[in-house]
């Protein structure tokens, strides 16, 4: 863990970039978190999941995607 943790720190103010899948479960996990388990595009991940990704998440200065990914949104 303490490997994730660096690469967070060094890349902290560069920003986190997003997948479509990652990016579909935070807006599902923000607008309620109990639906990540049964939404569709989210079924596969688990409400620690979730948290665990809004921690990681919470950690950048900035998140980041492009068109492309948002295309599959």
């Known amino acids: 863990m303490s490997e994730i943790l660096r690469l967070i720190e060094k890349h902290r103010a560069n920003g986190l970039l997003l997948d479509a899948n990652l990016l579909i479960m935070l807006l599902v996990g923000r607008t309620n978190k109990r639906k990540v388990p049964e939404c569709n595009r989210t079924r596969t991940y688990s409400i ?5 990704l809004e921690d990681i998440v919470g950690s950048f200065r900035v998140v980041v995607t492009t068109p492309h990914v948002l295309t599959e949104v």
């Open 48 to 52: 620690g999941d979730y948290e665990r």
